[in-house]
């Protein structure tokens, strides 16, 4: 019984250095995966707008 007692805790330790390394990967892919939607939508906005405003002049 000891046994698979330490087995579950070595599993649930991988488990979540696994769950660690896909969160550390995922906000490695998106700079924008904790940012708040509007925020996001505003930074776009802007960047939109800045763009519009180079080509035009």
Known sequence: MKRLH???AQLEQELAARQQRLMRAIGDL???ADA???EVE???RR???AGQSETVT
């Open 30 to 32: 998106d700079p924008y």
């Open 36 to 38: 708040d939607p509007h």
């Open 6 to 8: 330490r087995r579950k």
């Open 47 to 49: 960047i939109r707008h």
């Open 42 to 44: 505003e930074r776009l």
